[in-house]
């Protein structure tokens, strides 16, 4: 509870200083008397400790609890760091002598020290060296804040990431080895069995080198293209989620991720003796989002050590989420809601959320709306989206029809108006027949393009449609549904350069509640396909959290309010007095 002694307060901050790199310097002594110089303050959650643009003449040691870093300059408001129990905060303005640049808010109820400019002034007298640490440790802090990725949300920090190990690389160097090697050995064999043309010193040296220049640059090539290929994948771990973004050269890429607070457990594995290189593989299992594996990285036990760690952080912005929603419905059910704390974001990260744009894409006239060919479409109710197989399939259905019908409108017109190719006007037997080659070739055009239309795929507010149909629906169409909340993994496959290049892709929603996987073929950006879906899954269930959470909150005040009111009656018959607690309870 916030009321604890000074000695408490002391006891919590001691050890912590003494971890802390920049006092090792100090004997017991002097860190105890540095420890009686600080304020305790219990901070709940919301509070803003250090308000982004007044001077700084204070700096802070987290106790415990959390809080974090926000930028207000931006719209909205920019996540630039969280920090719990051991960091060091606030020490910026010290050191530059300028404006706090950033507000710094309390997410899970905190205690803080605070120490003051005399503080700080005792400690660069005692040890210089200090301002040399706090100087790297707020710069660490500024290069986490800026660390960008593709698809990074603004509610996110990278907290770590790490690449494929150099011995991934080096497996991969066989075939080029091997181009190398094949030419050395039959120049060798050629000069043992003393084939003259192939002599290294007889030969045509001009035309030994011709034959063996191919080899040479197919090795190079072959090399260049795997450096790319190793270098060119991402494993990064944020505070929200582990990100795989596995990237082929030339053949697309793919891309896996698991929030934080649905990972069950990391597991390590390396072949042979390769630990000892730092050689690892990497399996993360979650609930309901698949697992995720990946092959040959380093630094692997510090993204599973930091992957747990950074769990439970989340967790507990989960839980003290669950706490804020408890007080404000008491709050608002006792009129008390100025006596709340008011957080610049949400207490807990957004797990998901949905597309929300002003425009609809839809037409004002139906007709036309109905022959412009859309690939992905907002309805009128503001939430479901359509998506239609990518455009360059829209090509291949209907190119040959489409042709057809420009190539005969164009003629048909062009024998009443004397175009090219016709010198005179055409007679009524020629115009009759580009005018049914105008209305068949459209027909066609319209029955094949009605067909891609109609094959849609479909995300509404708690349900996901694969939808195929025949021209108009004459030979009936197949419909396949499931719920948001049955999804248990979501990836999505760019299979090769072409697909890259036109960004399109195949996005795969495995479900438990349905027998057939959902398969998203061949649709425009598979990448905000995949995370529009995947956001509103996530939605879903945190919606289902908060409503179990808000009935049995709902629950316990009426609990309380009939309690209340039976108090009140026993009061008035005597039975107990307003204040007691009655005998019977524990």
Same mark, same amino acid.
């Given at each position: 509870?916030?009321?604890?002694?000074?000695?408490?307060?002391?006891?919590?901050?001691?050890?912590?200083?003494r971890?802390?790199?920049?006092?090792?310097?100090?004997?017991?002594?002097?860190?105890?008397?540095?420890a009686?110089?600080?304020e305790?303050?219990?901070?709940?959650?919301?509070?803003?400790?250090i308000?982004?643009?007044?001077?700084?003449?204070?700096?802070?040691?987290?106790?415990?609890?959390?809080?974090?870093?926000?930028?207000?300059?931006?719209?909205?408001?920019?996540?630039?760091?969280?920090?719990?129990?051991?960091?060091?905060?606030?020490?910026?303005?010290?050191?530059?002598?300028?404006?706090?640049?950033?507000?710094?808010?309390?997410?899970?109820?905190?205690?803080?020290?605070?120490?003051?400019?005399g503080?700080?002034?005792?400690?660069?007298?005692?040890?210089?060296?200090?301002?040399?640490? #706090?100087?790297?440790?707020?710069?660490? !802090?500024?290069?986490?804040?800026?660390?960008? +990725?593709? *698809?990074? &949300?603004? $509610? /996110?920090?990278?907290v770590?990431?790490?690449?494929?190990?150099?011995?991934?690389?080096?497996?991969?160097?066989?075939?080029?080895?091997?181009?190398?090697?094949?030419?050395?050995?039959?120049?060798?064999?050629?000069?043992?069995?003393?084939?003259?043309?192939?002599?290294?010193?007889?030969?045509d040296l001009?035309?030994?080198?011709?034959?063996?220049?191919?080899?040479?640059?197919?090795?190079?090539?072959?090399t260049?293209?795997?450096?790319?290929d190793?270098?060119?994948d991402? #494993?990064?771990?944020?505070?929200?989620? !582990?990100?795989?973004?596995?990237?082929?050269? +030339?053949? *697309?890429? &793919?891309? $896996? /991720?698991?929030?934080?607070?649905?990972?069950?457990?990391?597991?390590?594995?390396?072949?042979?003796?390769?630990?000892r290189?730092?050689?690892?593989?990497?399996?993360?299992?979650?609930?309901?989002?698949?697992?995720?594996?990946?092959?040959?990285?380093?630094?692997?036990?510090?993204?599973?050590?930091?992957?747990?760690?950074?769990?439970?952080?989340?967790?507990?912005?989960?839980?003290?989420?669950?706490?804020?929603?408890?007080?404000?419905?008491?709050?608002?059910?006792?009129?008390?809601?100025?006596?709340?704390?008011?957080?610049?974001?949400?207490?807990?990260?957004?797990e998901? *959320?949905?597309?929300?744009?002003p425009?609809?894409?839809?037409?004002?006239?139906?007709?036309?709306?109905?022959?412009?060919?859309?690939?992905?479409?907002?309805?009128?109710?503001?939430?479901?989206?359509?998506?239609?197989?990518?455009?360059?399939?829209?090509?291949?259905?209907?190119?040959?029809?489409?042709?057809?019908?420009?190539?005969?409108?164009?003629?048909?017109?062009a024998?009443?108006?004397?175009?090219?190719?016709?010198?005179?006007?055409?007679?009524?037997?020629?115009?009759?027949?580009?005018?049914?080659?105008?209305?068949?070739?459209?027909?066609?055009?319209?029955?094949?393009?009605?067909?891609?239309?109609?094959?849609?795929?479909?995300?509404?507010?708690?349900?996901?449609?694969?939808?195929?149909?025949?021209?108009?629906?004459?030979?009936?169409?197949?419909?396949?549904?499931?719920?948001?909340d049955d999804?248990?993994n979501?990836?999505?496959?760019?299979?090769?350069?072409?697909?890259?290049?036109?960004?399109?892709?195949?996005?795969?929603?495995?479900?438990?509640?349905?027998k057939?996987?959902?398969?998203?073929?061949?649709?425009l950006n598979?990448?905000?396909?995949?995370q529009?879906?995947f956001?509103?899954?996530v939605l879903?269930?945190?919606?289902?959290?908060?409503?179990?959470?808000?009935?049995?909150?709902r629950?316990?005040?009426?609990?309380?309010?009939?309690?209340?009111h039976?108090?009140?009656?026993?009061?008035?018959?005597?039975?107990?007095?307003?204040?007691?607690?009655?005998?019977?309870?524990?």
């Open positions: 509870m916030p009321n604890l002694s000074r000695q408490h307060y002391l006891n919590l901050l001691f050890p912590i200083l971890g802390q790199e920049a006092f090792t310097d100090f004997s017991d002594e002097e860190l105890a008397r540095f009686e110089a600080a305790f303050r219990f901070c709940e959650q919301g509070t803003r400790i308000e982004q643009g007044q001077r700084g003449n204070e700096f802070f040691v987290v106790l415990n609890g959390q809080l974090r870093a926000v930028d207000v300059n931006y719209d909205p408001p920019r996540l630039l760091n969280y920090h719990d129990a051991g960091h060091i905060i606030g020490a910026r303005a010290l050191l530059t002598n300028e404006r706090r640049a950033a507000t710094v808010e309390v997410v899970v109820d905190a205690r803080v020290a605070i120490f003051d400019k503080d700080w002034d005792w400690l660069l007298h005692r040890q210089p060296r200090i301002e040399t640490y #706090f100087q790297n440790l707020e710069s660490e !802090f500024s290069k986490r804040a800026l660390i960008d +990725f593709p *698809g990074r &949300q603004w $509610d /996110e920090v990278v770590a990431s790490t690449k494929r190990h150099v011995l991934a690389f080096i497996a991969k160097l066989s075939l080029p080895l091997t181009l190398l090697i094949l030419p050395l050995i039959f120049l060798i064999i050629a000069e043992l069995v003393g084939i003259r043309f192939f002599s290294v010193t007889s030969g001009l035309l030994m080198v011709l034959a063996i220049l191919p080899f040479i640059l197919l090795a190079v090539g072959l260049v293209y795997h450096y790319i190793w270098r060119n991402d #494993f990064i771990l944020t505070t929200k989620r !582990f990100i795989h973004i596995e990237r082929r050269l +030339f053949y *697309g890429e &793919q891309r $896996d /991720e698991a929030p934080l607070t649905r990972i069950q457990d990391v597991w390590l594995a390396y072949p042979g003796f390769l630990d290189f730092d050689y690892f593989h990497l399996r993360i299992k979650t609930a309901g989002a698949g697992d995720i594996r990946i092959k040959g990285i380093t630094k692997a036990q510090q993204i599973k050590d930091q992957i747990f760690l950074e769990k439970e952080r989340a967790l507990a912005r989960v839980r003290a989420a669950h706490v804020a929603a408890i007080r404000q419905l008491l709050a608002q059910e006792l009129n008390w809601e100025e006596t709340l704390e008011e957080t610049i974001l949400a207490i807990a990260e957004t998901g *959320g949905m597309t929300t744009r425009e609809s894409y839809r037409s004002s006239f139906g007709v036309l709306n109905y022959f412009w060919p859309r690939v992905q479409n907002i309805e009128p109710d503001g939430v479901t989206i359509t998506w239609r197989k990518h455009y360059w399939v829209y090509l291949q259905t209907v190119g040959l029809p489409l042709l057809a019908f420009l190539v005969s409108l164009y003629l048909f017109l024998t009443l108006v004397v175009w090219f190719p016709f010198g005179v006007v055409a007679g009524p037997f020629i115009q009759i027949g580009l005018g049914i080659a105008v209305a068949v070739s459209f027909l066609w055009y319209l029955w094949l393009y009605d067909g891609w239309r109609r094959d849609i795929y479909q995300v509404t507010r708690n349900r996901i449609l694969d939808v195929t149909s025949s021209p108009f629906g004459l030979g009936g169409e197949i419909r396949s549904e499931g719920n948001l999804i248990q979501i990836t999505y496959e760019i299979p090769d350069l072409f697909s890259a290049l036109i960004n399109m892709g195949t996005v795969i929603i495995e479900t438990a509640g349905t057939d996987t959902f398969t998203f073929k061949k649709v598979p990448s905000s396909v995949q529009e879906i956001n509103r899954m879903v269930q945190q919606r289902e959290r908060e409503q179990r959470r808000d009935a049995t909150t629950d316990l005040l009426r609990v309380f309010a009939e309690y209340q039976l108090l009140e009656k026993a009061s008035a018959k005597g039975l107990v007095s307003l204040g007691q607690q009655p005998s019977n309870l524990p």
